[in-house]
């Protein structure tokens, strides 16, 4: 049971490159979700999924678009990266009825240059 | 809207020291709190929670208790160790309306 994982763990990007971060998770948790940390700002929410094939707007969408195909996966892509964009990204899983059972992946560090 | 204030670090202290980080919230009805702790180079761990008022959260020496009348859910410790250094998060879900999204405060790094 790996709980949520996340790839890769560092990336470097250059301004206008585009990418995927990985998360997954073998917990058949319907929730899903992405957040950034930045110094000072603590996490905020990017984009949320309740369920395959729903996925919906948090705090901070602009710049990242998300899919969910299956329970399992939710990958948050960077169209076109910029330098805004550097920051660590945490996903997240959770029952849908249990707010207060979330469960956080190690994280993927990302600097665009 | 909902949102936590959390006192701002960095804090540093002495071995056996006694903590506290002080978290307030904002929300319209009955949040449940929660406070996150992130080791480093980890992603984030529930470290306790409360989900009604008067109600006490406590985990690996860590206490906190919901009061709803200052609405406070301030994080105490009595003996802080080295391996306790980390940063803290205090948190907050408001069901009211449907919402499950948690709102985090902007952590407070301790040393």
């Known amino acids: 049971n790996a709980g949520v994982t996340q790839t890769p763990k560092f990336q470097v990007l250059k301004t206008g490159q585009s990418m995927t971060l990985q998360c997954a998770q073998d917990m058949n948790h319907e929730y899903m979700s992405w957040y950034r940390q930045d110094p000072g700002m603590g996490l905020r929410l990017i984009h949320y999924s309740v369920g395959a094939g729903i996925t919906d707007q948090g705090e901070v969408p602009n710049g990242y678009n998300v899919s969910r195909s299956t329970t399992e996966d939710f990958p948050l892509r960077l169209l076109s990266a910029a330098p805004s964009q550097t920051s660590v990204y945490f996903c997240?899983?959770?029952?849908?009825?249990?707010?207060?059972?979330?469960?956080f992946g190690p994280g993927t560090r990302l600097t665009v240059t | 809207g909902n949102s936590v204030t959390q006192m701002e670090g960095p804090v540093t202290l002495s071995e056996e020291a006694f903590l506290t980080i002080n978290c307030t919230y904002t929300?319209?009805?009955?949040?449940?709190l929660f406070w996150y702790v992130q080791y480093p180079g980890e992603g984030l761990q529930l470290l306790l929670k409360?989900?009604?008022?008067?109600d006490k959260g406590s985990n690996k020496g860590f206490e906190a208790t919901y009061r709803k009348e200052t609405t406070s859910f301030h994080l105490e410790k009595g003996s802080v160790q080295v391996s306790d250094s980390a940063v803290y998060f205090c948190?907050?879900?408001?069901?009211?309306?449907?919402?499950?999204?948690?709102?985090f405060g902007k952590g407070t790094k301790l040393t």
């Open positions: 929300a319209t009805g009955y949040p449940s």
């Open positions: 997240a899983t959770q029952p849908w009825d249990r707010g207060d059972e979330q469960y």
């Open positions: 409360a989900t009604k008022a008067d």
């Open positions: 948190a907050l879900i408001n069901t009211q309306g449907g919402s499950e999204k948690l709102v």
